[in-house]
């Protein structure tokens, strides 16, 4: 029997493998049909290489090493909060905000020196870590950090802080810059931080202003009335 060529690339392989594996498990413990002909197809795109869906749209990744390895995705939002510049650097500073800010899909927590321990919640009870740590800290002014080399994404980003026309308080400005392997698991991991990539800092921001104006963050979740005076602290 003819495979086909392979035109996925290893990267989407192993996780087309891992993927699949936990569906066919799972169509096993449900009794589910539906999750096992779909864990079995996964199986066979990460073992064989071979996707008829690329092969009707003419895609191969499998050749993408000819191309450039990491798609980069670079992210700006600025918004202005009425607190003092050194509030803000030292509220930023605190890992504890960057979980609360980011979403319950992210959990932050301090490493090892200045090293900052991020963990990613993925689909299936699967989850992505990495380490950041800080490259440049100026109170009141900015906050710049990198992530390790080992890091599943390579990232960076920075947070600075100017004082507001006519002292209507703070301007913090944040970048975040994503190298993603392939598109692949790590666009997945975007896409888990927000709906789409421009939201993640706009979503971040919006969070942190809210936290350092009054020390709570408004969500709709768990709120079947969608009032918009629920917060999550």
Partial sequence: MDLGEVNVELWERRVSVGLGGAFVLG?????????????????????????????????????????????????????????????????????????????????????????????????LERHLEWETHTVESQPGRLLRWQSLEDAPISNDGMISFYPAPADWGTVATLRFRFDTPGGSIGSGVIHTLGIMPDMIVEKALRRFKSLAETGEIPTLEHNPAARATAYAH
Wanted: charged content about 25%.
């Fill in 27 to 123: 169509g096993i413990v449900r009794r589910s049909w539906v999750g096992g002909v779909l864990g079995l197809a996964l199986l066979y795109r990460g073992l064989s290489g071979h996707s008829y869906l690329y092969e009707l749209l003419g895609i191969n990744t499998a050749n993408r090493l000819k191309e450039p390895e990491a798609r980069l995705t670079e992210l700006e939002r600025s918004i202005t909060i009425q607190r003092p510049a050194e509030e803000l650097h030292r509220l930023w500073s605190d890992p504890s905000t960057l979980s609360k800010i980011m979403g319950d899909s992210v959990e932050v927590t301090r490493g090892m020196g200045d090293h900052i321990h991020w963990r990613v919640s993925l689909p």
